[in-house]
């Protein structure tokens, strides 16, 4: 009887809520049929592939660990993970300070701050296939290249840029920097309006000169944003592929051969689907390390999210 009972009430309880929300519930269908198609079903797939041979024409066929073996001897995939790596490393510290900088900048109160401010973001609402345009003639490796041009000026040869194994991976990340830094501006300038005044007050009747008001309050608050902008620059520095694309092709040497533009070599090139599968689930496994990481020594505190 009084489980009868407990069985109703909790019947009872779901259909109240039920009919409270069903709004809700509706509109989050579209939603999730979307995020089961689009990501749940992909990602799915990508794995089943990783096991067989599909070349798009006929069944796939099983072969076990065959391309997952076959990336331990693939020196171009271990040079294009590297690469990626380094291209991180050139990449998400610069972007996080300067996104810092200038949205320090902005928050000063500095005159014309609403125009520096669209100045800043411009880059950001700009084509990317215009930016990498402009960014390949600014960084052409002759002599009439203009930045080769300006560093005449001070008796610097004429340097290869996007011609240069050394050099080409430098300039990619530059040009992602000069991209993505207003992105960071705008989220580090959110976090900076949201910091009580009061604790700035509080720091200059104690004598704190304004670079450790910055280090010492400032840059502690904008804990929760360092995080985030860790986060999605780090994501985005492994997702590299479209300046690659449209710079260098991967090259010279493969220096610029990113994780992301292999995967695409692979899997729309070579029509390897099974092997791009592989790689993406390197790619998927290597972030996730690195967020936790940084979920770990960034995000620890619990009071910020």
Same mark, same amino acid.
Do not use: C
């Given at each position: 009887? =009084?489980? =009868? ?5 909790? +019947? ?100 014309? +701050? ?27 490796? %002759? ?45 580090? /300038? ?27 309050? %400032? ?8 995080? /985030? ?26 220096? %610029? =051969? ?5 995967? /695409? ?38 009071? /910020?999210?």
């Amino acid at each position: 009887m =009084t489980s =009868t009972t407990s069985k109703q009430s909790l +019947s009872a309880r779901i259909k109240r809520e039920l009919n409270k929300n069903l709004l809700v519930y509706v509109v989050l269908i579209p939603v999730i049929i979307h995020f089961i198609i689009f990501q749940v079903y992909p990602f799915v797939l990508s794995f089943y592939l990783t096991f067989h041979d599909w070349k798009i024409i006929g069944d796939p066929e099983f072969v076990g660990l065959k391309h997952w073996k076959s990336l331990l001897d693939d020196e171009i995939a271990w040079k294009a993970i590297w690469n990626t790596v380094k291209f991180s490393i050139y990449y998400i510290v610069p972007t996080m300070a300067l996104g810092l900088i200038l949205a320090v900048i902005i928050n000063s109160g500095v005159k014309f +701050s609403g125009f520096f401010k669209g100045l800043f973001f411009l880059p950001v609402v700009t084509s990317f296939v215009i930016i990498a345009g402009i960014w390949g003639w600014l960084f052409r490796g %002759t002599e009439d290249g203009f930045i080769n041009y300006l560093i005449g000026f001070v008796g610097i040869n004429p340097q290869l840029f996007l011609s240069s194994s050394s050099q080409a991976l430098l300039v990619l990340a530059g040009l992602s920097i000069f991209k993505v830094a207003g992105t960071t501006m705008i989220y580090y /300038y959110a976090g900076l309006q949201s910091i009580d005044r009061q604790l700035y007050e509080a720091a200059r009747i104690d004598g704190a000169s304004p670079w450790k008001i910055f280090w010492k309050v %400032t840059f502690p608050m904008l804990k929760p944003i360092h995080f /985030y902008v860790a986060i999605t620059t780090t994501i985005g520095s492994f997702q590299i592929f479209d300046s690659a694309f449209l710079l260098t092709n991967g090259g010279p040497n493969y220096s %610029t =051969t990113t994780i992301v533009y292999y995967l /695409y070599h692979q899997g729309f090139t070579s029509l390897n689907l099974s092997y791009a599968a592989v790689l993406s689930y390197v790619l998927f496994f290597i972030i996730l390390i690195i967020s936790l990481i940084q979920r770990k020594y960034i995000g620890k505190d619990p009071n /910020y999210y």
